[in-house]
């Protein structure tokens, strides 16, 4: 049996579709709110639940076998980001879980202090790896899934913004594939207690999204460069008024200042250990919103 944990988000529903396409036993859990009836018409286990809540993440870690944490914050990284995934490790070991798969974030370990998710990943990583489990660590760059509504906002007014250096190169990659990775890791080998960071084919310049929507869509791109030191300001004055928002916008900050790619030697590492070609940006969007 499988644990997927964030099973309605990215990653997770692919991760429990790809399960259930080849008759494996999975339970998603999920919170009540959210829409998992795709789940239930693949006949997987729904376990609804809190994971702010200890007591849940124990009925749900009962007679599983593989656990896959994929879940996100929703804005609250030290309950959802840390301490859940501590919980899940802890009580994945005292229930004879034999292996630990954790999406975590590339750039997890360069010490950003400016992002509590980052900071939350870091430390994870960290337990897990003393903690005596078999593991393995995914670090991916940003999921191409997160850039389906701007391409949908490109084809509809060939509006692109980006935030800070256009330069700065990223290793957009398909959450298919890091699903696909996440089942895969828990029976290879190769990738027993290993970490591994996770990307698309290209190092892509962020001023090159655009280009690959207008070569998509057919229409001349319209970007807007937006200067980090404005969203300085911005965060600057929400801080004011709303301190809390000004520390969740440090992510996006952290994430619009630094490059997020994986090397050549990377992407091969994982395309060997995997047996498989990952998908490029312009195949993605294509496939989902082709024209």
Same mark, same amino acid.
């Given at each position: 049996?499988?644990?997927?944990?964030?099973?309605?988000?990215?990653?997770?529903?692919?991760?429990?579709?790809?399960?259930?396409?080849?008759?494996?036993?999975?339970?998603?859990?999920?919170?009540?709110?959210?829409?998992?009836?795709?789940?239930?018409?693949?006949?997987?286990?729904?376990? /609804? *639940? &809190?994971?702010?809540?200890?007591?849940? $993440?124990?009925?749900?870690?009962?007679?599983? %076998?593989?656990? #896959?944490?994929?879940?996100?914050?929703?804005?609250?990284?030290?309950?959802?980001?840390?301490?859940?995934?501590?919980?899940?490790?802890?009580?994945?070991?005292?229930?004879?879980?034999?292996?630990?798969?954790?999406?975590?974030?590339?750039?997890?370990?360069?010490?950003?202090?400016?992002?509590?998710?980052?900071?939350?990943?870091?430390?994870?990583?960290?337990?897990?790896?003393?903690?005596?489990?078999?593991?393995?660590?995914?670090?991916?760059?940003?999921?191409?899934?997160?850039?389906?509504?701007?391409?949908?906002?490109?084809?509809?007014?060939?509006?692109?913004?980006? /935030? *800070? &250096?256009?330069?700065?190169?990223?290793? $957009?990659?398909?959450?298919?594939?890091?699903? %696909?990775?996440? #089942?895969?890791?828990?029976?290879?080998?190769?990738?027993?207690?290993?970490?591994?960071?996770?990307?698309?084919?290209?190092?892509?310049?962020?001023?090159?999204?655009?280009?690959?929507?207008?070569?998509?869509?057919?229409?001349?791109?319209?970007?807007?460069?937006?200067?980090?030191?404005?969203?300085?300001?911005?965060?600057?004055?929400?801080?004011?008024?709303?301190?809390?928002?000004?520390?969740?916008?440090?992510?996006?900050?952290?994430?619009?200042?630094?490059?997020?790619?994986?090397?050549?030697?990377?992407?091969?590492?994982?395309?060997?250990?995997?047996?498989?070609?990952?998908?490029?940006?312009?195949?993605?969007?294509?496939?989902?919103?082709?024209?």
């Amino acid at each position: 049996m499988f644990l997927v944990t964030g099973a309605t988000g990215q990653i997770g529903r692919q991760a429990v579709r790809l399960l259930r396409e080849r008759e494996e036993p999975v339970r998603g859990f999920v919170r009540l709110e959210s829409n998992y009836s795709e789940l239930e018409q693949r006949s997987a286990d729904i376990f /609804i *639940g &809190d994971l702010t809540e200890e007591k849940d $993440i124990a009925r749900a870690c009962q007679d599983v %076998k593989y656990l #896959i944490s994929a879940h996100g914050s929703g804005g609250n990284a030290q309950a959802l980001d840390y301490r859940a995934n501590i919980d899940l490790i802890d009580h994945a070991q005292a229930n004879g879980v034999e292996h630990f798969v954790f999406i975590s974030v590339l750039g997890a370990q360069r010490g950003y202090e400016d992002s509590p998710t980052f900071k939350a990943k870091r430390e994870v990583e960290n337990y897990l790896k003393k903690n005596g489990l078999n593991y393995t660590i995914l670090q991916p760059s940003g999921l191409a899934s997160d850039l389906l509504p701007l391409a949908e906002r490109f084809r509809n007014t060939g509006f692109y913004l980006i /935030i *800070g &250096d256009p330069k700065n190169r990223t290793s $957009i990659v398909s959450p298919d594939d890091v699903a %696909k990775i996440a #089942i895969d890791s828990v029976r290879i080998e190769g990738a027993r207690n290993q970490t591994f960071p996770v990307g698309g084919p290209e190092a892509l310049k962020r001023e090159e999204v655009p280009e690959i929507f207008s070569r998509i869509f057919k229409r001349d791109p319209i970007t807007v460069n937006v200067p980090l030191a404005v969203l300085d300001t911005v965060r600057e004055g929400i801080g004011l008024f709303d301190a809390q928002t000004q520390k969740s916008l440090g992510t996006l900050r952290t994430l619009s200042a630094n490059e997020f790619f994986c090397t050549q030697a990377e992407i091969n590492q994982l395309e060997t250990t995997f047996n498989m070609k990952m998908e490029s940006l312009e195949s993605f969007i294509t496939r989902y919103l082709g024209t």
